[in-house]
Every structure is written in structure tokens, then in C-alpha cells.
């Protein structure tokens, strides 16, 4: 029974036990599922369906849609967090992650990947459609197989061909409304394409003795620090470059344009800071920074669709 004390409510020490450990047990399944990285796919999976043409399916459908395509990126997570656990716990960033520390196990991790993936399958084999389902899988196992069990540890150009699969939500949300591939999407693909590189090179160099420790040959490792600086810039020159299409083609308008503008114009500020001066705290503003820009960038171009000029 509960007592109440100075207005405050004292439970048993069974049950404040009891839902501490519930606390940490749902904050160790979100980790898995890289809950934050993947409340940012949804985002521009979000933007991807908002921008197709109108077809008439209604709110919850879309919410459905939006969901399966996020349950399916978890899952992903969560197989990521398996396959990678010994590297995790070689690495201080990583090493007290749920799984790398033992406190979830492979087999509780992975039947929670089942669940929440064949959930999100089927969401979207019921509520979208067979194309958007099958185009989410193929990221599913681009993500979690491809660039996790082999890309990650073959080659620095990992994150380049592995960034295809987190690129794609913008394209799952589009196809989800129209069940038809089309040119649009895919230049917001290319975005995140060319965004991944240089979001995630910006880490590495900051972590480079991390991935160094596990024998992960990112591109630091592999190639010194001041080459991927360069690449830095110039993924970041190609950013901007890319940015500026969907105005061409008409997609978007002149507040897309101009907010695009002044987003690269700082990312390129800043990349161009790291190859200057260099510091690891350059470098991990960069990371930080590329995150508000592509979240800001998805966010004017849904605005833009709403308020054209
Ligand atoms: C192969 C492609 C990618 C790689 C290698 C990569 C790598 C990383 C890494 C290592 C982190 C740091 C996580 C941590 O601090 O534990 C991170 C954070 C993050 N990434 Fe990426 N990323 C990729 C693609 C993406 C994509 C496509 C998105 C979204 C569209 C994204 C959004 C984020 C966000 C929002 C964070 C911050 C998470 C947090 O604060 O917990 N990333 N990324
Ligand atoms: C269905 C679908 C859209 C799937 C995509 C899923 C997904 C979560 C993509 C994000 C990419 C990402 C965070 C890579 C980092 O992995 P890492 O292993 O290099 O980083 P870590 O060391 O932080 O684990």
C-alpha cells in the first residue's frame, strides 16, 4: 500500500524497485533501436510522403505507413547492435551499449528485431502497399547485412555505399502514398546520399583512436585524418551542389532555396573550419551540426510544399 508524506507518495520497495527496472529495461530497448536516428528517418519518410501527389489516403493510413517504415528501421538497429556487439565493446563511445555489455541478450535483442519487424511489415503490406514493403525490407538488409556484417569491416568506402539504405526513407514515403517509383524522391535520396559521408566522417575523425582499437577501417584509419578532412569538404560542396535540385526541377520553391543556401553555406563554413584548424571539438560540431541541417533542410522543404512563393 502507498503512503502519503509531505504531499509525496512513497510506494513499497518492492514496487519502486519493480518499475526502476522497467525504466532502465524500456531505455535499454530504445538504445537497441537507435530510437533517436530512427525518429529522424521518419521524418524525412514523412516529408518523402507529404511531397507526393495527393491520392486521397487518409491521415491514419499515412500514420500506419510512417510507423511501418519506422518499426522496420528499428529492427534494422536492433540487428546492428547484434552483429556488432564484440566491435561495441571495444569502443569507449559504444561499450555500454544494452547488448556489448551483456545486459540484454543476442537472443532477447533478436526476437525483439522479429517482432517489430514483421509488424512493420506487415503495416505496410496491409496499409501501404507491396512495393513500399519490399523497398523497406531491401533497406532493412542493406542496413543491418550488407553495411553491418560485411561493408563496415571490408572497406573505408563503408559508409558511402552502406549510407544508400538510410537514405531511402524520403523514397519509402513517397511509394507508400503513390505505390509508383518516380524521379522526385529520389533526389531527396540523393540529399542524404551525399549528406551521410561527411555527418559521419565528422565523428570518425574525432573517434578515429576508437575504430582504430576495433580494426575498423573507416576512412581516418585507413587514410589519415587530413585526407578525410578533404573529403569532408568536398562531400560538403557536393552537399550544397545537390540541395539546390529540387528548386531545379521545380520540386520545391524559393524558401526551400534559400534555406537550403544558408544551411550549406554553414556546413561548408564549418567543414572547411575542421580542415583549417582541426580540433576533435571542430570536428564533433560538425557531426552535431550536420543533424540540425538535415533536420531543419527536411523541415523547409515540407513548409515550402505549404507555403510556396
Ligand atoms: C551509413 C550511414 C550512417 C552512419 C555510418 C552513421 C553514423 C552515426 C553515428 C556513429 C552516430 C553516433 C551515434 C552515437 O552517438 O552513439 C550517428 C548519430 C546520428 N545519426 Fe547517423 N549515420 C548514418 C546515417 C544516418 C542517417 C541516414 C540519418 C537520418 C536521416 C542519421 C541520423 C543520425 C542522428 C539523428 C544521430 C544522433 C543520434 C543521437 O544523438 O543519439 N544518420 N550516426
Ligand atoms: C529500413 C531502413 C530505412 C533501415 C535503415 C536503418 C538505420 C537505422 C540507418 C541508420 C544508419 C546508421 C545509424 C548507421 C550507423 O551504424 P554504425 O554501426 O556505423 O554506428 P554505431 O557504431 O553507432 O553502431
Same mark, same amino acid.
Given at each position: 500500500?502507498?503512503?502519503?508524506?509531505?504531499?509525496?507518495?512513497?510506494?513499497?520497495?518492492?514496487?519502486?524497485?519493480?518499475?526502476?527496472?522497467?525504466?532502465?529495461?524500456?531505455?535499454?530497448?530504445?538504445?537497441?533501436?537507435?530510437?533517436?536516428?530512427?525518429?529522424?528517418?521518419?521524418?524525412?519518410?514523412?516529408?518523402?510522403?507529404?511531397?507526393?501527389?495527393?491520392?486521397?489516403?487518409?491521415?491514419?493510413?499515412?500514420?500506419?505507413?510512417?510507423?511501418?517504415?519506422?518499426?522496420?528501421?528499428?529492427?534494422?538497429?536492433?540487428?546492428?547492435?547484434?552483429?556488432?556487439?564484440?566491435?561495441?565493446?571495444?569502443?569507449?563511445?559504444?561499450?555500454?551499449?544494452?547488448?556489448?555489455?551483456?545486459? %540484454?541478450?543476442? =537472443? *532477447?535483442?533478436?526476437? +525483439?528485431?522479429?517482432?517489430?519487424? @514483421? $509488424?512493420?511489415?506487415?503495416? /505496410?503490406? !496491409?496499409?501501404?502497399?507491396?512495393?513500399?514493403?519490399?523497398?523497406?525490407?531491401?533497406?532493412?538488409?542493406?542496413?543491418?547485412?550488407?553495411?553491418?556484417?560485411?561493408?563496415?569491416?571490408?572497406?573505408?568506402?563503408?559508409?558511402?555505399?552502406?549510407?544508400?539504405?538510410?537514405?531511402?526513407?524520403?523514397?519509402?514515403?513517397?511509394?507508400?502514398?503513390?505505390?509508383?517509383?518516380?524521379?522526385?524522391?529520389?533526389?531527396?535520396?540523393?540529399?542524404?546520399?551525399?549528406?551521410?559521408?561527411?555527418?559521419?566522417?565528422?565523428?570518425?575523425?574525432?573517434?578515429?583512436?576508437?575504430?582504430?582499437?576495433?580494426?575498423?577501417?573507416? %576512412?581516418?584509419? =585507413? *587514410?589519415?585524418?587530413? +585526407?578525410?578532412?578533404?573529403?569532408? @569538404? $568536398?562531400?560538403?560542396?557536393? /552537399?550544397? !551542389?545537390?540541395?539546390?535540385?529540387?528548386?531545379?526541377?521545380?520540386?520545391?520553391?524559393?524558401?526551400?532555396?534559400?534555406?537550403?543556401?544558408?544551411?550549406?553555406?554553414?556546413?561548408?563554413?564549418?567543414?572547411?573550419?575542421?580542415?583549417?584548424?582541426?580540433?576533435?571539438?571542430?570536428?564533433?560540431?560538425?557531426?552535431?551540426?550536420?543533424?540540425?541541417?538535415?533536420?531543419?533542410?527536411?523541415?523547409?522543404?515540407?513548409?515550402?510544399?505549404?507555403?510556396?512563393?
Amino acid at each position: 500500500m502507498a503512503l502519503i508524506i509531505d504531499k509525496k507518495i512513497l510506494l513499497p520497495v518492492n514496487t519502486q524497485l519493480l518499475i526502476s527496472r522497467t525504466h532502465s529495461l524500456l531505455q535499454d530497448y530504445l538504445a537497441i533501436s537507435k530510437f533517436k536516428v530512427v525518429a529522424m528517418l521518419v521524418l524525412t519518410a514523412w516529408v518523402g510522403l507529404a511531397l507526393a501527389p495527393d491520392v486521397g489516403r487518409g491521415m491514419a493510413v499515412q500514420f500506419i505507413s510512417l510507423l511501418g517504415i519506422g518499426l522496420l528501421s528499428a529492427a534494422a538497429a536492433v540487428i546492428n547492435h547484434v552483429v556488432d556487439s564484440e566491435i561495441d565493446s571495444k569502443m569507449a563511445r559504444t561499450r555500454h551499449r544494452p547488448v556489448a555489455k551483456g545486459r %540484454l541478450s543476442k =537472443t *532477447h535483442a533478436l526476437s +525483439f528485431a522479429a517482432v517489430i519487424g @514483421v $509488424a512493420g511489415f506487415i503495416m /505496410l503490406m !496491409v496499409w501501404a502497399n507491396t512495393l513500399t514493403a519490399i523497398l523497406t525490407l531491401f533497406a532493412l538488409v542493406g542496413y543491418a547485412f550488407v553495411y553491418t556484417s560485411f561493408l563496415k569491416r571490408a572497406t573505408p568506402q563503408n559508409i558511402v555505399i552502406g549510407g544508400l539504405a538510410g537514405a531511402m526513407p524520403p523514397l519509402l514515403g513517397w511509394v507508400s502514398e503513390t505505390n509508383q517509383m518516380a524521379a522526385a524522391p529520389w533526389l531527396l535520396v540523393m540529399i542524404i546520399f551525399t549528406w551521410t559521408p561527411p555527418h559521419f566522417w565528422a565523428l570518425a575523425i574525432a573517434r578515429k583512436s576508437d575504430y582504430e582499437r576495433a580494426k575498423i577501417p573507416m %576512412l581516418p584509419v =585507413t *587514410h589519415g585524418i587530413d +585526407f578525410c578532412k578533404t573529403c569532408v @569538404v $568536398a562531400y560538403s560542396v557536393l /552537399l550544397a !551542389v545537390v540541395c539546390v535540385l529540387p528548386y531545379l526541377i521545380g520540386m520545391s520553391g524559393l524558401i526551400y532555396l534559400i534555406g537550403a543556401c544558408v544551411l550549406n553555406a554553414v556546413f561548408i563554413y564549418k567543414a572547411v573550419k575542421l580542415k583549417i584548424a582541426g580540433k576533435d571539438e571542430t570536428a564533433m560540431d560538425l557531426f552535431r551540426f550536420s543533424i540540425i541541417h538535415l533536420m531543419v533542410l527536411f523541415v523547409i522543404l515540407f513548409i515550402d510544399k505549404w507555403l510556396p512563393l
